[in-house]
């Protein structure tokens, strides 16, 4: 089977298999939350088809497997939000500020995060444009892979959606979304959308078992490994940054405020004490506390324990509370309000809240 070394994504590997086997490569947008593994699959899709041994996977041996492995291939060529340019910046500009960038996102590397303000500028759109004209340099197929396609205001989308629009014989491409509704539909029609499945939690322990993480140690390996499953939602990324920093994942003003309600104002002047934190931490939390409770409520196993009196919530209205955080889950690469979005999250978690 092509990809052995993804975790937890069966089905895709299934998917990309029969493509490829078939050789009808429309273009792609790859669906699911942040840390599952869209990037390295998009990287290894490219290396398979790629491959100089013409093998049944990519045999990462060859210097066209190393290459795309380490994004030093001149026809493999990732976009991803940086900060906002400047009105004058050029497409050449752009796109090497996103070269210089190409090392952190190499397949052997955790994904970096991607601050919520960080968009995907129309330069980069025209550039690649203009960088299709040329014909592949070594590739048998070229590939442009947009990570966080979400993130393309409507102008980049509009002129992706001309490119999309004409058949191209010798290029790929691949979208990476955290869902596809973000996207315009007249982009999906012309794209086969394949969902990426979050990772279950007994597959993210064994990988952090298994995971260089200095934070594992004999002492706090049981606790920081069940924290890290619980904030993590099914993302590996996720898991192994809270491994690493699991303090800076934990919000710990939203836990003093289920355990002892205070006022708003407290929680907003604590959270406001800290370094900056994104809507999207805060949500997860959110979602990290209120499953916890749920976990108490049935007895699961696999709860922290905390320290206030969870019977204060039915079943049904912590339901409700997850179903709105997960919602919001979904915009919170966005460039959200984080004032707003930090009151709406409080409030939402106060008990009074039905």
């Not at 497997?65 to 752009?94: G, M, N, V």
Request: glycine share 2%.
């Amino acid at each position: 089977m092509p990809f052995p070394t993804i975790i937890g994504q069966e089905r895709v590997v299934r998917i990309l298999d029969r493509i490829i086997n078939a050789e009808r490569f429309l273009p792609l947008i790859f669906v699911g939350q942040s840390g599952v593994g869209k990037r390295t699959l998009a990287l290894k899709f490219a290396q398979t088809v790629n491959c100089e041994k013409h093998i049944a996977t990519a045999c990462e041996n060859c210097p066209t497997c190393r290459q795309i492995k380490q994004l030093t291939h001149p026809d493999i060529r990732i976009i991803f939000p940086i900060r906002k340019p400047s009105a004058d910046a050029k497409p050449d500009e752009i796109i090497s500020e996103m070269t210089s960038y190409y090392p952190d996102f190499s397949i052997e590397k955790l994904h970096p995060e991607i601050p919520a303000n960080y968009v995907i500028p129309i330069g980069a759109i025209r550039w690649l444009a203009n960088d299709m004209a040329k014909p592949p340099v070594l590739a048998r197929k070229r590939f442009y892979i947009i990570l966080h396609a979400h993130k393309m205001n409507a102008e980049a989308q509009n002129a992706l959606l001309k490119i999309l629009e004409e058949p191209q014989q010798n290029t790929i491409f691949v979208l990476t979304a955290i869902t596809p509704y973000t996207l315009f539909p007249t982009i999906r029609s012309r794209c086969q959308v394949i969902r990426f499945a979050n990772i279950a939690e007994s597959a993210i322990i064994s990988f952090l078992k298994n995971y260089n993480c200095p934070s594992l140690d004999n002492l706090k390996i049981a606790s920081i490994l069940l924290q890290a499953v619980n904030l993590a939602q099914g993302s590996i990324g996720k898991a192994v940054r809270i491994c690493s920093n699991p303090e800076d994942y934990l919000v710990k003003p939203l836990i003093d405020f289920i355990e002892k309600p205070v006022p708003y104002s407290l929680v907003l002047e604590k959270l406001n004490e800290l370094k900056e934190i994104e809507p999207a931490l805060i949500i997860n939390n959110s979602i990290y506390l209120l499953e916890n409770l749920l976990r108490q409520l049935f007895k699961s196993p696999t709860y922290q324990s905390l320290s206030f009196n969870y019977k204060d919530f039915s079943p049904e209205t912590l339901y409700e509370k997850l179903i709105y955080f997960y919602e919001r889950f979904h915009l919170s690469s966005l460039n959200l309000n984080p004032t707003l979005s930090t009151y709406t999250s409080i409030s939402q978690l106060a008990i009074n809240t039905r």
